[in-house]
């Protein structure tokens, strides 16, 4: 698992997601203040997709940037 960070509005602002087969998975979007998340099973929900995907039990989208 890894996540992206930014700041914006004074909140830093988290997309989390996984590395697999090449391709970066972004899972879960979250903010983030002082070991806070919004929403509060934001890691745990993650987890969760991450393994849903790499079971073949979700599908996903692939989007070119």
């Not at 004074?10 to 090449?22: E, I, P, S, Y």
């Not at 979250?30 to 991450?50: E, F, G, M, S």
Request: net charge positive.
């Amino acid at each position: 698992m890894g996540e992206l960070r930014w700041i914006s509005a004074k909140k830093q602002h988290r997309l989390v997601g996984f590395f697999g087969d090449g391709v970066w998975y972004a899972v879960l979007g979250c903010t983030h203040k002082q070991n806070i998340y919004n929403p509060a099973d934001a890691l745990a929900t993650a987890v969760k997709r991450k393994n849903e995907i790499q079971k073949g039990e979700v599908r996903t989208v692939e989007y070119d940037l």
